[in-house]
C-alpha cells in the first residue's frame, strides 16, 4: 500500500492523559501536514513538514500539542493532558510540492 | 481562519441528475483543490485547478474558476449513489503551502 498510513484508527483515552499518533507519509513526498477535524466542520490546519523541518504551527496547537518528523519520514503528533475539546479526527496529509495532498483515513480521538 | 467557502450546505438529488456545488474564496490563489470525504474517513484529492485555468474535467467532474469573481465551481454528472460524500473546496491563502478548508457541501443522492 503507497498511500499515506495513519495509526491507531481509533483511541479513547481518558480526560488527563497523553496520546501519540503516527503517521507514515508517501515516501517519496517532501511535505506532510496535520489537520484536526470536528464533526460538521471542514479539516483545521495544526502543523507542517518540510522534511524534518516543522515550518509553520497554528494557534489552534496549544503549549498541549507537539509534533515530530525527526527523520523526514513518518511524524508524531502528541497531545499532553487531553481535554474532552481534544475528541476529534486528526487527519495528516502528504505531497509533493506542486501536487494535491493525499490523505490517511485518520485518527478519531474520543477523550472520556 | 476560513478561506473558502462553499455552497450549498447540503444538497439532495434524485441519482442520475446532476449536482453542483460551489465554492467561494477571499484571497488571491494559486490553485484550488476540491476534495470529496466519505463519513467518517479521509479526504480524497479529486481535482486541483489552477489560476490561470478556466475549466477542467475528469471523468465525470467539470470544475471551474473564475478569479474574477474569487467563486469555483464543482459540476457531478450523471451522479450514483456512491457520489453520496461531502466535498470541501480548499485553497492556499497568499501563496501560502497549507490549504485551507471551507465546511463543505454535503451531497446526498437518493435511490
Known amino acids: 500500500d503507497t498511500g499515506v498510513s495513519q495509526n491507531p484508527r481509533h483511541k479513547i483515552t481518558k480526560r488527563g492523559q497523553n496520546v501519540t499518533f503516527r503517521c507514515d507519509p508517501i515516501?517519496?513526498?517532501?511535505?506532510l501536514y496535520w489537520y484536526r477535524q470536528t464533526l460538521g466542520q471542514g479539516p483545521e490546519f495544526l502543523t507542517y513538514?518540510?522534511?524534518?523541518?516543522?515550518?509553520?504551527k497554528s494557534r489552534l496547537l496549544s503549549d498541549r500539542f507537539s509534533a515530530e518528523r525527526p527523520k523526514g519520514s513518518f511524524s508524531t503528533l502528541e497531545i499532553q493532558r487531553t481535554e474532552q475539546g481534544d475528541s476529534a479526527m486528526y487527519l495528516c496529509a502528504s505531497r509533493q510540492t506542486g501536487d494535491g495532498y493525499t490523505f490517511g483515513s485518520g485518527t478519531r480521538l474520543t477523550v472520556v | 481562519s476560513q478561506q473558502g467557502e462553499e455552497d450549498p450546505q447540503a444538497l439532495s438529488i434524485q441519482e442520475g441528475e446532476n449536482a453542483t456545488m460551489n465554492c467561494s474564496y477571499k484571497t488571491s490563489i494559486n490553485n484550488l483543490q476540491w476534495y470529496r470525504q466519505n463519513s467518517g474517513r479521509g479526504l480524497v484529492h479529486l481535482i486541483l485547478i489552477r489560476s490561470n485555468e478556466r475549466e477542467k474535467h475528469s471523468g465525470r467532474l467539470r470544475v471551474t474558476l473564475d478569479t474574477s469573481k474569487k467563486s469555483s465551481s464543482l459540476l457531478i454528472t450523471a451522479s450514483r449513489a456512491a457520489d453520496t460524500a461531502s466535498y470541501f473546496c480548499?485553497?492556499?491563502?497568499?501563496?501560502?503551502?497549507?490549504?485551507?478548508f471551507g465546511k463543505g457541501t454535503r451531497l446526498h443522492i437518493l435511490p
Open positions: 480548499a485553497t492556499p491563502p497568499n501563496r501560502d503551502d497549507k490549504i485551507i
Open positions: 513538514f518540510q522534511n524534518e523541518a516543522q515550518l509553520e
Open positions: 515516501s517519496e513526498h517532501n511535505r
